[in-house]
Each structure stands twice: as structure tokens, then as C-alpha cells.
């Protein structure tokens, strides 16, 4: 388990020596150290902005600027592998630093220094960095987090996909942004969190007892949206980046200005992002542009050290396009779909047009924090926030209604929480919160076709407690909740005449769990973690009700069903037998009782457009099981080797069949070279990366149209480097995705019945930070 | 210290309050689905006007669970029958003729026949301003005495240069499927 003080992700000591030293005649002198082995670095770049002038560090990670003039300096401190970091210090007397740089790619989360906080979990906690997500700039939120072992995406095209964690995805999946759970549509399989990650500073997914922090129907794990820390200097700075990818044209453009002014931190960020028609290895993918903007507008301020007021605002309005050639009537027109080498639809032309099967999403959060420090061990924190999401989704209509969304919905949430932190002097973390939430889900009238939702209003009470202490070589962390949740539905019948239906539901969901950590030795340690969790029928499970396109089927809801009850336990072990070799396993075993799934029935329903099969929400025992494995070989030369690997497995064990939508065991490796510098050029980086899904095997014929596609195996090249030139650092970058063209299928992307999944696609970036 | 605490629990309280009424959600407007089609009307005139046999297939609660209404007539053996298409949204008040709906973006529409009779054969007896068939109106002729199945299918933006579409197969079409609806056929004599 890693103390506190190495949490926090670099630290500064100011220990400063002379004050009789001459203008001009200071010195700025420091060691730079990994954060994980605690070992030196050398070869760090150190470089100030202001006064151009830069050195290198030695190989105790000592370095030296010598001959500065007094007053502000800004550092900015760079090594491969890391992320880079930036110092701000007045400068009036010799200055000696201590610095901790990350040398990973994959970062501890970014935990908050706040002494009064507790540690995100137990454990091994990893996080996508900024570098990472501007990489992936034009992807969606899914796709980017795929780059963490043991997560993968499922959706309908490339660009509208929903994370999956150790099988669990939608309405078991939470996701949270800036402290809130993300509110939306999250029942459709296509509707992606409307989220963007260019606005984020990291991204991690909690898997053990940390979550039970958050209001929501997760059962076990929740993916977090963290945004950037807020800024330390006192000066304007900012950072620009312009992306261009080949596949599908796309360019985004994004920017983000911040400073630490007296009394009032701010930050301004924003982003504009467009693709085309996006490419198979062979034809284009009709329809599958879009077009996104995003803004984000952070302030913070302290007043007389005890207070402190955060105020943040984030807008995502996206136009979505979805394969012209995937919109279908019945099943027949599935089965003349798969029986189609390309889609219907096909063209020999590129076009930037976005029409119908389409939607267009807004969504707007609104978080006000007021924070209030009794001592320094003890202090209150009250949330208010407020979202809205309107969603259109535009189908192909007759006599011009193409321009009427055929479904519109708009969601009204509020959620207040006041939450309550200690340390006491033996050590024991508290934290606890009442929270409420109300969401008003709304059928905006305009659409002419009966809602596939209905109107209601959800209101959710809750309260937890977490407690976190760590002796010797143990920590433990435990924690409860419970919600009260009053559901008020207002629905519309499906038979004729049509007349309303009024529900009225309650539901207790109690949650407990236990983490506990032991450290064998310093090469070796363990974490297990227990937990229960409960999750109430989500609105589309109970009363969702006709035909579903995405499907061809039709959709009953139950009213009557239960709570589903989780029992999640899971293991992990990391083991690092030297300084090269790092191995970490993680086995998981989750027993759902009353999950809530789909089944097909023996009836087929005829109506005036042919007959469709039935499904109906029915709940039965489930059980998830998994295992990640992961390793890096770092023999401190340029090259380093990181591999993971994960398989899951998930079965319904009352009918004896496998789940569906479960993703495909998967193997990823990286093999990276790295140079300090080269020329003018420094932070030199190569990665050949190559990722190996298998075929989907645990899966019935008869449940699927279309039997799952066969495994493949993709190859990608990347590299980039940074420049300094005069005041500004440039961070320039290539990489190509699906190198070799290959034409391939994804299990969990529903366009898998229509077309080909991306071929290859070539990117650049160019970043400039000021 | 004590005040603060204080101030935070009226605050949360006052929320609380403020939550605890409980609204029921406004009535949802019941949309005016012009869209529906619940009725499909296949009437056919033999061609010396004597006959007139009609076909129905109604379903008032579009994907509901109501078992839709079919109606079917019997054909007789070499004759010749003038067959034309009529589609009703009877949810509407007054009833809705859909077919105009079709005929006035008839370029983007195309019924499909499909039958399992012998003796029976049917061909396009209308076209849209390109020339390609549309379907509302059609010619049948049987000869000997038969019975199967006709399947009668819409399909809304088909490809309608696509290879055989013009003569009547819907292989190549794209498209999605407005109405497909299956009926009895028996050719007596």
C-alpha cells in the first residue's frame, strides 16, 4: 500500500538556503525521483520558459540552473515515459526542489492532496493521463478507456459506444463525471456516455469498495471522469492541439487557457470535432459522421483558508450518424442485410453529410461545491448539480417527417449531497454523505410515434459511510449505503385505445463492502475485496414496450420485477521480483441473483410489417467470473515491453446458457522505444502495439441472428517527440491504427450485422503548450 | 463549529423538504401517430367488372398484442382481375389514407408480390415519374385452380435501379420494410 505522501503525484520542498545572494547570481538546483521506484531519474529535462535557459539532469537526478535572475521562474520538467510537469516558484534566494515525476503510462490516480480525503481504494488503481486521452483525441469516450487492460466497448458504430467493465455495462455501470453520476439514456445499447474525454485530466475505473461512494445502479464498478487538477501559477497559460485522422477525415481542434489569479482560480477548455463517412478496409461507411463541441468552464476559490467554492460547468452537443444501410423494418430485411458482402447504401464516394438514421445529444452539467475546513483533519463539502440531456434520434421517414425525431427526450437531474470527512489521530479515515437526486424524465411531444420510455419521476434518498485505516502491513477499508428510491410513472398503453397507465414504485437498495490489503514484502502485495450491492429494475425493464428496430424484435417489460442482488469478490496480486519485471493478476467472481435479461420467447408476434420474435425482461442467476493479467519488462535501457490479458465469462445459471453481450477474451502487448533526445528533438517515442481479440466461443447458436465474428488481430505503430522553440514547448505525434488493413468484426459493435469494422487509419497531432 | 453544523443540516433539510413533495409527472400527451398503418385493403375487380373480391388485414394496435384481423376471398380460374392497394391509419379521426402518403413519394416506394400459386401471375400496372413500377395498382390473371400463399411487402427507399427490382424481386432492393403482410390464396374454379 503506498503512504501518503506518495500519493501525491510530485511534491516540491522548498528548503531555501541564502538570502544574501546577488540579482542575477541565484541558483535553481533539485533531484528528480520516480515516484514508484523511488529511484533517481536522469536524463530529466529541466528547462525555464522565461528565462531560456535548460539542463539536463544527472545520474543521481541532481541538476543545476545556475546565474538567474530573481522573481518568477517557471520550470517545466519532462522525462520519457512520464508525464511531463510544470513549477511555478518566486524566486528570491538559491532554491533547491524535490520533484516526483510518474514514470508510467498509466499513472496512480490522480488522488486529491487533501490530507482529509481518503484514498481513491484499495486497489491497484489505474489511470489514463491526459497525454494518453489527446492521443486518442477523436475517439469516444469507450473507445479511449479501452486502453486500460480488462475494458472493452460496445455500441453501434466506432464513434457511439458504452464502456464495458468485467462484463458490465448501461444501467450496472455508472459513470462518473467530476464526482457525479452521469445521468442520460443509459438504457439504449446506443447511446454513448455524452461525455468528452479531451476534456478530462485522467480517466480510471474504480472496481472495489471506493464506489460505494456514488448514488446509482452500479453493481461493483464505476469508470471516473476526473477533470484536470486546477492551476498553481499565477500566470496565464494554456495549451492548444490539432488532430487529423484519415479514416473518415476527422479533425478536432481543441484548446484550454487557465490561471491561478488572485483569490479566484480559472480555466477555460474547449473542443470541435468532425469526421466523415468513415472506411472499412475496403468501402466506405455511409453515414457515420459526426460532429461534436464540448466546453468547460472550471472556477475555484478559497476564502480565508477554511472556505472554498468550486463552481463547474461542461456542455457535450454532438450530431451522430449511424450506417444509412443498418436502419431495417423486419426480419427479413436482417436477414437480406446479412446476407449483403457490403452494406446496403454503399458509395464510391467520401461525403461529410450526416443524415437520418442519426442523433443529435446535448447534455449540460452544472456542479456547485461550497467546502469548508473545520481543522485540518476534519471538514464538510455540500454538491449541488444539475444536468440536462436532451436526445433526438431521427429515423428514415415517410412524406418529410425525416426531420421530426422519432424519439425526443429530455432529462431533468438534480442531486444535492453534504458529505462529512475525518482523520482521526489513530489513524481511522471517515467519510460520509446524505445525498438526493431527482430526475424528471420527459417524452417531448413532437415525435408522432408512441415513446419507447415513458415520462417519470425518479427520486432516489441515500446515505453513506466509508472508514479507511492502514497499520503496519495492513489497511483496511469497509464502507455501507443504503437508498431509498420512489419512482412515479406515467405511461401510455400499447393497445387501443390508447389511454394512460400511472405506477407507482419503492425500492431499498442496501450496499456494504470490505477491502482489505496486506503487504508480504516490498515486491509483494495483495488486496481482496468484498462486496454487495443491489440495483432496482431500470425504467426500460419494467415498462418498455413494442418493437425494437435495433433488435427486430419486440420488447415487453415486467412491472413486477425484483431487485437484481450482486456478491462481488475479487483477488489481485502484484509481485516484482526486481526492478525489471512487474506482474499483477486480478481474479474476479460475481454471482448476480434476479439479473434482469432478455429472453426470447416462443411466440411470434404478427403484425401489418410481418412478424416480429418477442422478448420479455425476465430475471433468473447469473454468474460473472474473470481474470487480467498484466506484466511490464523494464530493463531501464530505451526499450520496455508491457503485455495484459483478459478473459471473462458469464453464464445464466438457472437456464444453463451463456450471457449475452459478454466481450471476447482479449491479448494486448506494446513493445516501446524510447530516446531522451536526438537533435533538437527530445522525448523521443516508438511503440509497435498489437492487440489480439478471440472469437466470442461461450455463446448458443440460436442466441444470435448471426453466430459471433471470428477472432482478429490488429496492428498499430506510433511515435512522437517534443520541441522547445522559443517560449513554447511543441509535442508533435503519428501513429497508425489497423496498420495492415485488416477487415474485421467486433462481437460487441451491433454494425457487425451490417459491415466491416474501421480499416486503417493514419493520425497526427500537433500540440503546443504556452 | 457548532454553527456551522447547524447551517449545513437546515440547508440539507430545506432541500430534503423541498424533495419531499411528491409530483406526480404531468399526463403524457398521447401522440397523434399519422404515421400507423393499421389497415391494408387489396381489393380486386376482375376485368369484365362482374367480381369484386376483397382482402383486409387490420391491426388497430399497431406492435400490440392484440392478433390482427385478416380477411381473404377466393379467386377464380382464368380471369383477369384489376387489383389495386389501399393503406388506412383508422386510429386517425377521420381515417387516413396513407396510400396518397405512398403514391406522392412514389419514388421512393415499391410493393413486392411474392406467390406460392401456380397458376397465378401478376404484373405492375402503374409507374412513378422514373418509370419503375410502384405497385398500388396491379394485374392479376390466374388460370388453373391453385392455392398458396401472396405476400405483399412495402418497402420505403429501395433501390429501385437495383438488378430484377423492376421486375418485381427484392433481393437487391435495400431498403426497410413498411408493411408485410401474407395472405391465403385459393383459385377455384
Keep these: 500500500m503506498l503512504n501518503l505522501k506518495q500519493l501525491f503525484f510530485f511534491l516540491v520542498f522548498f528548503a531555501a538556503s541564502s538570502l544574501l545572494a546577488q540579482d542575477c547570481q541565484l541558483k535553481v538546483s533539485g533531484i528528480i525521483y520516480d515516484i514508484k521506484s523511488q529511484q533517481a531519474i536522469a536524463d530529466a529535462n529541466v528547462y ?79 489511470a489514463l493521463t491526459a497525454e494518453i486521452i489527446s492521443e486518442n483525441a477523436a475517439s469516444d469516450l469507450a473507445t479511449v478507456l479501452e486502453n486500460l487492460n480488462g475494458l472493452s466497448s460496445l455500441g453501434n458504430g466506432a ?42 485530466g485522467s480517466l480510471s475505473v474504480l472496481k472495489g469498495s471506493a464506489a460505494i461512494e456514488y448514488m446509482g445502479s452500479s453493481l461493483g464498478s464505476v469508470i471516473l471522469v476526473e477533470p484536470r487538477a486546477m492551476p498553481t501559477d499565477p500566470h496565464v497559460h494554456g495549451a492548444a492541439q490539432y488532430f487529423f485522422e484519415s479514416n473518415g477525415r476527422g479533425q478536432v481542434i481543441n484548446a484550454q487557457i487557465e490561471q491561478k489569479a488572485t483569490g479566484l482560480s480559472w480555466r477555460f477548455a474547449g473542443s470541435l470535432k468532425k469526421n466523415g463517412d468513415q472506411k472499412t478496409a475496403t468501402y466506405y461507411l455511409r453515414n457515420t459522421g459526426r460532429e461534436e463541441a464540448n466546453a468547460v468552464v472550471q472556477l475555484e476559490k478559497r476564502y480565508a483558508k477554511k472556505w472554498q467554492s468550486k463552481l463547474y460547468y461542461s456542455l457535450n452537443s454532438s450530431k451522430l450518424g449511424l450506417l444509412r444501410g443498418s436502419q431495417i423494418g423486419n426480419l427479413s430485411d436482417l436477414q437480406l442485410a446479412l446476407e449483403q458482402t457490403e452494406p446496403f447504401f454503399t458509395e464510391d464516394d467520401f461525403s461529410y453529410r450526416i443524415e437520418s438514421p ?58 444535492w449531497e453534504l458529505k462529512y470527512h475525518s482523520q482521526s489521530a489513530k489513524g481511522w479515515h471517515w467519510q460520509s454523505a446524505l445525498q438526493y437526486n431527482l430526475r424528471d424524465n420527459y417524452n417531448v411531444p413532437e415525435t408522432g410515434i408512441l415513446p419507447l420510455v415513458p415520462d417519470y419521476i425518479n427520486r432516489e434518498w441515500g446515505a453513506y459511510f466509508r472508514a479507511y485505516k492502514q497499520w503496519y502491513k495492513w489497511a483496511i477499508d469497509f464502507g455501507a449505503r443504503a437508498d431509498y428510491i420512489l419512482q412515479n410513472v406515467a405511461a401510455i398503453s400499447i393497445t387501443a385505445p390508447r389511454e394512460l397507465l400511472r405506477y407507482r414504485n419503492e425500492f431499498f437498495n442496501p450496499k456494504a463492502s470490505l477491502a482489505l490489503s496486506y503487504e508480504f514484502s516490498k515486491d509483494l ?26 433488435v427486430s424484435g419486440i420488447e415487453e417489460g415486467d412491472p413486477n420485477l425484483r431487485e437484481e442482488q450482486s456478491f462481488k469478490s475479487s483477488i489481485d496480486l502484484s509481485y516484482q521480483p526486481n526492478e525489471r519485471w512487474n506482474f499483477e493478476v486480478l481474479a474476479f467472481i460475481q454471482p448476480i441473483n434476479n439479473f434482469i435479461y432478455l429472453q426470447p420467447q416462443d411466440e411470434l408476434r404478427l403484425t401489418i410489417r ?14 460473472l467470473r474473470g481474470l487480467e493479467l498484466q506484466t511490464n519488462f523494464d530493463p531501464k535501457g530505451p526499450l520496455r515491453v508491457d503485455a495484459n490479458f483478459s478473459y471473462l465469462r458469464g453464464d445464466n445459471r438457472e437456464e444453463k446458457i451463456p450471457l449475452v453481450f459478454m466481450p471476447a477474451n482479449r491479448i494486448f502487448a506494446a513493445l516501446n522505444y524510447e530516446l531522451p533526445s536526438w537533435g533538437v528533438w527530445e522525448k523521443l517515442e516508438f511503440q509497435v502495439s498489437n492487440r489480439f481479440v478471440f472469437e466470442q466461443k461461450h455463446l448458443l447458436a440460436s442466441q444470435d441472428f448471426v453466430a459471433p465474428p471470428p477472432s482478429y488481430n490488429l496492428v498499430g505503430v506510433k511515435a512522437s517527440a517534443e520541441r522547445q522553440i522559443a517560449n513554447n514547448r511543441w509535442h508533435f505525434f503519428v501513429k497508425a491504427d489497423n496498420l495492415f488493413n485488416v477487415a474485421y468484426r467486433d462481437y460487441l459493435n451491433r454494425q457487425r450485422y451490417f459491415a466491416d469494422d474501421l480499416g486503417i487509419n493514419c493520425s497526427i497531432g500537433l500540440g503546443l503548450k504556452f | 463549529m457548532k454553527t456551522t453544523f447547524k447551517l449545513f443540516a437546515a440547508m440539507f433539510a430545506f432541500t ?48 400490440g398484442g392484440n392478433a390482427p384481423l385478416v380477411e381473404i376471398s377466393d379467386l377464380k380460374a382464368n380471369t383477369s382481375y384489376n387489383a389495386r392497394i389501399s393503406l388506412l391509419n383508422e386510429l386517425e379521426n377521420p381515417i387516413e389514407d396513407i396510400t396518397l402518403e405512398v403514391a406522392a413519394e412514389a419514388e421512393d416506394h415499391q410493393f413486392f408480390y411474392e406467390s406460392s400459386l ?72
Excluded at chain 2, 406526480?24 to 376482375?46: F, R
Aim: hydrophobic share 35%.
Design chain 1, 48 to 126: 525555464s520558459q522565461d528565462r531560456r535557459q535548460g539542463t539536463i539532469s544527472n545520474s543521481e537526478g541532481f541538476f543545476e540552473i545556475s546565474n538567474l535572475c530573481g522573481g518568477e521562474l517557471h520550470l517545466f520538467i519532462s522525462h520519457i515515459g512520464c508525464s511531463p510537469r510544470s513549477v511555478f516558484i518566486h524566486l528570491s534566494a538559491d532554491t533547491n526542489l524535490v520533484i516526483w515525476l510518474d514514470h508510467s503510462n498509466e499513472v496512480l490516480n490522480e488522488v486529491s492532496v487533501a490530507a482529509n480525503q481518503i484514498s481513491r481504494s484499495l486497489e491497484p488503481q489505474k
Design chain 1, 159 to 200: 464513434k457511439i459506444s458504452k464502456p464495458v467493465v468485467q462484463g458490465l455495462y448501461g444501467n450496472r455501470l455508472s459513470v462518473i463525471n467530476n464526482g457525479v453520476v452521469h445521468s442520460g439514456q443509459q438504457w439504449g445499447n446506443d447511446h454513448a456516455p455524452e461525455i468528452d474525454p479531451l476534456m478530462a
Design chain 1, 358 to 415: 442519426r442523433q443529435e445529444v446535448q447534455h449540460h452539467l452544472l456542479k456547485a461545491s461550497q467546502l469548508f475546513s473545520m481543522d485540518k483533519n476534519r471538514g464538510f463539502e455540500l454538491n449541488y448539480a444539475w444536468q440536462l440531456n436532451i436526445r433526438q434520434e431521427f429515423d428514415i421517414r415517410r412524406a418529410e417527417r425525416g426531420d421530426r425525431p422519432a424519439l425526443s427526450l429530455s432529462e431533468n437531474n438534480h442531486f
Design chain 1, 525 to 550: 502485495k495483495t488486496n481482496l475485496n468484498l462486496g454487495y450491492s443491489q440495483r432496482n429494475p431500470a425504467i426500460n425493464e419494467l415498462y418498455s414496450n413494442g418493437l425494437h428496430q435495433g
Design chain 1, 610 to 623: 410481418g412478424a416480429f420474435p418477442v422478448f420479455k425482461y425476465e430475471q433468473s442467476n447469473a454468474l
Design chain 2, 16 to 63: 430534503a423538504l423541498v424533495a419531499c413533495s411528491e409530483d406526480e409527472p404531468e399526463a403524457p400527451v398521447i401522440p397523434n401517430e399519422e404515421e400507423l398503418i393499421t389497415t391494408l385493403k387489396w381489393q380486386l375487380v376482375s376485368q369484365d367488372e362482374q367480381d369484386t373480391l376483397n382482402f383486409l388485414f387490420r391491426d388497430l394496435d399497431g406492435d
Design chain 2, 118 to 189: 401456380s397458376g397465378l401471375s401478376l404484373s405492375y400496372a402503374d409507374s412513378d415519374l422514373n418509370g419503375k413500377p410502384v405497385g398500388i395498382l396491379s394485374t392479376i390473371t390466374t388460370t388453373d385452380e391453385s392455392s398458396g400463399n401472396l405476400s405483399i411487402t412495402l418497402l420505403h427507399m429501395p433501390d429501385k435501379f437495383a438488378n430484377g427490382v423492376e421486375a418485381g424481386d427484392r433481393t437487391a432492393a435495400g431498403g426497410e420494410t413498411d408493411i408485410s403482410v401474407s395472405f391465403t390464396i385459393n383459385v377455384k374454379p
